[in-house]
C-alpha cells in the first residue's frame, strides 16, 4: 500500500513549456485536490475531483488543468508554463466519510 | 483579511518546555477544524481533530472556540521531534468539503 505517489518529484521548465504532473493512490479514495504550496502562504487548492470523469475549479485553476480518468490517477497539466507557476505541487486524496486528506511527497518545479 | 491566520514564528523553545500556537479563521460557517503538522520539505500530515468539547493527544491539547473563531494548540514537554511547521486547517461546508489552510507556525525545538 503506496499512499499518494506523484511523478516526478522535481522538475525544471523553460517559460512556454508544457508538462503533465501523475497523481496516484492506491486507497480507493473518491476525492483527489490538486494544491500549489509557496513561501509564506498556505496550501491553495488548485483543482480538485469528487469522482473519476469529474473534475472542478479550486481557487487558483488559472494555468492548469486536470483530467481524471481513471479513479486512482489524478492529472495536472501546465500547458505554457509561467514563472509564477514555480512551487511546490501537492496531490492530495480522502474517502467520502473523512475529512482527512492524504497528500503526496510533493513536486518541486522551477520555471525559468 | 486571510481566511485562516496563524503566527508564522518561528518559536524557539528548549526541550521539555510547553509551547503554545493560536489560529483565527474569519468565516463563521467554517465546519471542522484540523491541526496538521509538515516537516520541512515534506508533505503535510493530519497530527488531530480539533472539536468544540477540546480534545487531547498524548502532549497535544487542541481547543476551539466558535465565538471567537479561533483555535489553539498546546504542546506539553517538548521534544526534538516535535521541530515542524504546525498547519491551522479549517473547512466550510460544501460538496468537495474544502480545507483551507493557514500559512502556518514554524516550531524549533532546540536541546
Known amino acids: 500500500n503506496a499512499g499518494v505517489t506523484q511523478t516526478p518529484k522535481f522538475r525544471v521548465l523553460k517559460t512556454g513549456q508544457s508538462m503533465t504532473l501523475l497523481c496516484a493512490q492506491d486507497m480507493n479514495h473518491e476525492y483527489m485536490y490538486w494544491y500549489r504550496q509557496d513561501p509564506g502562504m498556505g496550501l491553495r487548492l488548485i483543482h480538485y475531483s469528487v469522482g473519476e470523469g469529474t473534475t472542478a475549479k479550486g481557487e487558483v485553476p488559472d494555468g492548469y488543468n486536470v483530467s481524471r480518468l481513471k479513479k486512482q490517477n489524478f492529472l495536472l497539466g501546465l500547458e505554457s508554463a509561467a514563472p509564477s507557476q514555480t512551487s511546490v505541487y501537492f496531490c492530495a486524496s480522502r474517502t467520502g466519510s473523512s475529512y482527512e486528506q492524504y497528500f503526496g511527497p510533493g513536486t518541486r518545479l522551477t520555471v525559468t | 483579511r486571510k481566511e485562516v491566520e496563524q503566527d508564522p514564528g518561528p518559536f524557539n523553545v528548549p526541550e521539555g518546555a510547553t509551547v503554545a500556537f493560536n489560529c483565527t479563521y474569519s468565516?463563521?460557517?467554517?465546519?471542522?477544524f484540523f491541526w496538521y503538522r509538515q516537516d520541512c520539505r515534506k508533505e503535510p500530515k493530519l497530527l488531530m481533530s480539533?472539536?468544540?468539547s477540546g480534545n487531547e493527544d498524548g502532549r497535544f491539547t487542541a481547543q476551539l472556540n466558535r465565538a471567537s473563531q479561533y483555535i489553539s494548540l498546546l504542546i506539553r514537554d517538548s521534544k526534538l521531534s516535535d521541530s515542524a511547521t504546525y498547519l491551522c486547517v479549517v473547512t466550510l461546508s460544501g460538496g468537495y468539503n474544502k480545507l483551507i489552510f493557514g500559512a502556518g507556525t514554524r516550531l524549533a525545538v532546540h536541546p
Open positions: 468565516n463563521s460557517a467554517s465546519q471542522s
Open positions: 480539533v472539536y468544540s
